[in-house]
């Protein structure tokens, strides 16, 4: 199985890339993952929400393939505990799955079609965090989910 991170707008701030490239190479030992940056629409300032996530989504739509499960990094998603979500995982590469997508939008969330395409919502937090900070976030959670299947000593119970 492969999985993409789909992510709206680059990270601005080194120390997070920094960060996320860590867990990156940590990621590189136990499956083909890569990170894609959709570059923020150009004017959307000037655009109105609704606008600006048409926009977004039908970039999004472009970069998945048919075959690939999308999983939206949403507010109103399932929430999971780190073991939780490495049982997901586990389900994915059981079922033969090719490429799971996950996908971070932009700051006004996914247009309806995003919506209608994707497989499942996942929640990291009630909490509200930034779009940058979810990327570090989501690639931890990650390789912690793979030490999880593993039986590695990341996790602690």
Known sequence: MKIKLLVVGKTEKRELQSLIEEYEKRLAHYINYHQEVIPSPKTAKSRSITE????????????????????????????????????????????GT???VF?????????????????????????TFSHQMIRLFFTEQLYRAFTILRNESYHHQ
């Open 52 to 95: 600006q996530k048409q926009l977004e989504g039908q970039a999004i739509l472009s970069r998945i393939s048919t075959s690939d499960i999308l999983v939206l990094l949403d507010e109103k998603g399932q929430t999971y505990s780190s073991k939780g979500f490495a049982k997901e995982l586990q389900k994915y590469m059981n079922a």
């Open 98 to 100: 090719k490429q799971l």
């Open 103 to 127: 996908v971070i939008g932009g700051p006004f969330g996914f247009s309806q079609e995003v919506y209608s395409r994707s497989r499942a919502k996942i929640s990291l937090s009630r909490l």
